[in-house]
């Protein structure tokens, strides 16, 4: 039995029909983890999480389909996919545009006819003390980060209920739980998606989709550059993360492998932290 195959729950009576599910070789790593014949959606992936979450997905065995706002951003992971002689293919967006995500996922089925997979990795910022916000910076960090990865995971949706299901994996932050000083437009954007992500998971399970995310602590990209490079600002998140480092984005592909792959094949609605403990806690001392 398939571990994907739920069979007739109603009839697991005995314990030998229960033993019966553990088939040993399906639990082996490289299948239960394995995207063998998928293909995966990654936006963002000319960045530093969308770029080593495409480069994952591929040595799982998915096709994946890069987008960005250019060809151009995605031409270094698309050259090592292409030396790994991993398939890929290319589909630039501009998320700002209420039109990209019927355009990209056209764009995937026309390459490779099938969605399984999509990770919402694509983001901006704007850091400004709420005095100093305005309509404009609202909506342009909104038209990205939440209302691009809403409909692109509604677009998918609709082509994914008709191959059988898929996993759509969002990435949030800990900025939806926690209030960081001039972060209230992105924070606010996040946690609606994480919320967004609940109402997916429940409407969307009929169709064998499941709908999650992973919400990552202070990572070393370039979105988060400027945090970095501000020494208070680096020192304030080092002495409140309790691996005292900074995660990075590689460090994202394991949870991501999960939630895409059948060994997530009972997880959704789920938000799964990668954030060096951050959100458990701090210590006193530093
Ligand atoms: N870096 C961190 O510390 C951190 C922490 C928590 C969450 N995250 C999240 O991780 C995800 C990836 O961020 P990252 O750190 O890799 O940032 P990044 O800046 O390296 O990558 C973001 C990518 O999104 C693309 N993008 C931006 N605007 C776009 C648009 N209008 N159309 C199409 N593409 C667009 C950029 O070109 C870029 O390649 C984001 O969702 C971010 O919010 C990052």
Known sequence: MELTD???????TSEWEVESRGDLEALRPERLFSLDGKVALITGAGGGVGGWLALGLAAAGAR?????ITGERCAGIAERLG???????????????????????EGVLSRF???DVVVNAAAVNERRPIAHADPEVWSSIADVNLR?????????????????????????????????????????????????TKTMCVEWAKYRIRVNCISPGFLMTSLSRPLWQDEARAKWILARCPQRRPGWPEELVGACLLLASDAGSFISGASILVDGG????????P
């Open 6 to 12: 739920q069979g007739d729950w109603t009839r697991v």
């Open 278 to 285: 951050l959100l458990a806690g701090s210590p006193w001392n």
């Open 64 to 68: 994946v389909v890069l987008s960005d």
């Open 83 to 105: 030396a790994g002689g991993k398939e890929h293919h290319v589909v630039a967006a501009d998320l700002r545009d209420p039109a990209a995500p019927p355009f990209i996922v």
């Open 148 to 196: 691009a990865a809403y409909f692109l995971a509604r677009e998918a949706m609709l082509t994914m209920r008709e191959t059988g299901g898929g996993s759509i994996v969002n990435i949030t932050s800990v900025n939806a739980e926690i209030g960081v000083e001039d972060v209230s437009v992105y924070g606010a954007h996040k946690a609606a998606l994480a919320q967004a």
């Open 113 to 115: 006819g099938r969605l």
